[in-house]
């Protein structure tokens, strides 16, 4: 792997790690350097950090808490 590379790996470390639990992308670095931004996506959608998830996670938020809601207003409408 390139040392310039190397370096930018060691700056991040949410990079790194899942490059070590995806060697595949060592692999793919190591052919081609400039390859990077793919590097950043892949890793993104692994670690579920893009918007579509943290709009779906924010979703089942909101949901969990109006089940909840409805669920103590029909307990105090049974009182």
Known sequence: MRKDVAE???Q????????????????KLTRN???LQSLEIASLHYYQRTIPHQVEKFSNGVQ???MMFHMFQ??????
């Open 8 to 10: 930018y790996l060691e």
């Open 12 to 27: 991040r470390k949410d990079l790194k790690q899942f490059i070590r639990e995806q060697p595949l992308w060592y692999r």
């Open 74 to 79: 029909s307990m105090q409408n049974q009182n």
């Open 33 to 35: 350097p400039y390859d």
């Open 64 to 66: 969990m808490a109006s």
